[in-house]
């Protein structure tokens, strides 16, 4: 950090007399006084500009400060928990999530998770409410349709799984996926990972991309293809376990061709 500058400095008030009393006659830039004017001019100047410099040098570290607290923050695991823990409390790690564009909005999110385990060993399951409460962009329109109670069957997914620490009370963490998608999502990945949390072991990291459709079907009306445009049509994995391989592993999952076609006009 800077030192702090005195305001004052030694023997101001006697050189300001002397000078004072100078003024009253007719001065002679070769003087005594003049001199002294001159040198306590450059004296405050100099003050002057070291006080500004005082200035930018706080503002700066402080700036630094907060720039460095807020890396602590952006890596510590006790800053951000998970935003709802589920399974009875059982597990303990952290998540965000960053909107990422889609057609112009960002109702699209990138999930970040790390670190997540068992608080306690003797759990027995990962058990626990998680059901969406909330509704994502695009959910209205897709139960207007009527495509949640038939073909092809869309729900709110979950892009971190709920019994893995995910919330269904978070709009960030939920997006409308068919059933197919949403059973591959937990064949491929979740009921791999939620086994190997249950059994002690730790995920370093697991991401998952949300991937929604950008265009419509030539046969959609426009009111129709907006709300397709809302849905996702993939999502992509990548997870690295506490196992000593050090290996990440990037799975990408996408829907049965059938989905796009049990779609309304």
Not at 17 to 33: K, Q
Request: proline share 4%.
């Amino acid at each position: 950090m800077y030192t702090r500058i005195d305001h004052t400095t030694e023997n101001s008030t006697s050189q300001l007399a002397l000078a004072s009393e100078s003024l009253r006659e007719p001065l002679n830039p070769h003087s005594e006084a003049a001199t002294q004017l001159q040198s306590m001019a450059n004296e405050s100047l100099q003050i002057d500009r070291l006080h500004t410099y005082q200035r930018m040098a706080n503002a700066h570290s402080e700036k630094q400060e907060v720039t460095q607290l807020q890396h602590l923050a952006d890596d510590s695991d006790s800053v951000m928990q998970l935003k709802a823990i589920r399974g009875g409390g059982y597990l303990k790690g952290t998540v965000k999530y960053t909107p990422q564009n889609n057609n112009g909005s960002n109702s699209a999110y990138l999930m970040e998770a790390s670190n997540i385990e068992l608080k306690d060993p003797n759990v027995a399951s990962l058990a626990g409410n998680h059901s969406p409460s909330v509704d994502p962009p695009g959910w209205t329109g897709i139960q207007g349709l009527g495509i949640t109670k038939k073909a092809p069957f869309y729900k709110r997914m979950h892009l971190l799984n709920g019994e893995l620490g995910g919330s269904g009370a978070d709009v960030e963490n939920l997006a409308p996926g068919s059933t197919d998608l949403n059973n591959a999502h937990a064949k491929k990945v979740e009921n791999k990972l939620q086994k190997y949390v249950l059994n002690g072991g730790k995920i370093l990291s697991y991401n998952v991309w949300a991937f929604y459709r950008t265009s419509g079907l030539n046969r959609m009306s426009s009111t129709t293809e907006n709300i397709y445009k809302s849905s996702l049509h993939s999502i992509c994995c990548e997870y690295e376990l506490d196992d000593g391989t050090n290996m990440i592993q990037k799975i990408e999952i996408t829907e049965d061709k059938q989905t796009a076609q049990n779609w309304p006009d």
